[in-house]
């Protein structure tokens, strides 16, 4: 890609900490550095310089005169287009201000890129000095990605931006040719279905639910193994535990009350070879989400590309993901039943499991690799460099 008019620079957060936006924009610094695509890399991710949770307003401090003195070295000569990873916090916003502040008196173009589906609940929780802040600061967006049509609506309080907005979905992985749909024409007491909740353990991801529907299930006499995978967080859109370590503690005394020992099993963070393994292994992946600040989860994406049938929310951008009853299986609320009703169904109907099987892998060969998403934002970059 020749981008001689204009050297890109790419701000947002990598990997540690891992979550959907971190792994995200690491798909498209290494796709593009693996394209040979020249770029420059501003990473805004907390580094706790002051130390890990001691003087947490002064890590932000020290943390956003770094990335300030970083962008500005970029931006110094010649012109330039940055792409940033925008945030729907209060914090958040304070830092993209300065980055786009920066980027502006340089004369850079700014293409921001929300991965999340929450901006219009933050714009209506702020003051009204706050707000019209923030409808000013949109406007200094030459173009705002967001995952989904769905998603749009969200910044209706400005109508200005609506022609700067652009969907592109999420993607990652690449194609398996190998890859085929799955069965569960043997299943039984030797063959018990799979299941797997692979995303951090906030409540209003949904994992309680699930949990509530393995209950069901094992009364039902469903022979089932289910794991969780990811690490327990205690959000602001939950206040039902007081930190991490307390959502932990009440998660296995659940397992324990329920009788699911033995057959739920908590496995923490996973990445890599072991995350593969397990999504290989799995017939179901389960994520009832209603997540504040949910928009496409790169887990379904995941899930999908390894034939899983996914059993999720119609919530978001997910609707737009998966066709219920083509690709997936959606439920209106994170509601236990439902769960337990739609994997019941598939057990019945083996035939019609192996035909969602299918059809997820198709889905994602043809809208959701990660080369198909970072073949659009290098185009959005390429076309806005010239201009």
Known sequence: MNTASRKIILVGTLPPPVNGQSMAFKIIVDWLQETNTQVKIVNIANRNILGENRFNYLNRIVDY????FQLIVYCLYGKSIVYIQTSQSKMGFLRDKLIVS????????????????NYN????EQ????KKAIKKFLLDFDKTIVLSANLKPMFDFQPLMRHRIIT??????????KMMSKSIAQYGKDNPLKLLYLSNLIESKGYLVFLDALKTLKEAGVFFEANFCGLFRAENDQSSYESPEHAEADFYNRINSYQLNGCVHYLGLVRGQAKDELLANAHFFVLPTAYTNEGQPLSIIEAMSFGCVVISTNYRAIPEMIQSGTDGLLINYPNANDIVKHIQQCVDAPAQYEYLSK??????NEKFTGSVHCKKIAAILKVNAYI
């Open 102 to 117: 920066i980027s502006k008196f340089f004369g850079a173009k700014v293409i921001g890129h929300l991965h999340g589906g």
């Open 127 to 130: 003051s009204t000095v706050y």
């Open 359 to 364: 059809n997820a892998i198709k889905s994602f």
């Open 65 to 68: 005169a770094l990335v300030a």
């Open 121 to 124: 609940q933050f714009y209506e």
């Open 168 to 177: 592109v979905p999420n993607g990652v992985g690449e194609i398996n040719p």
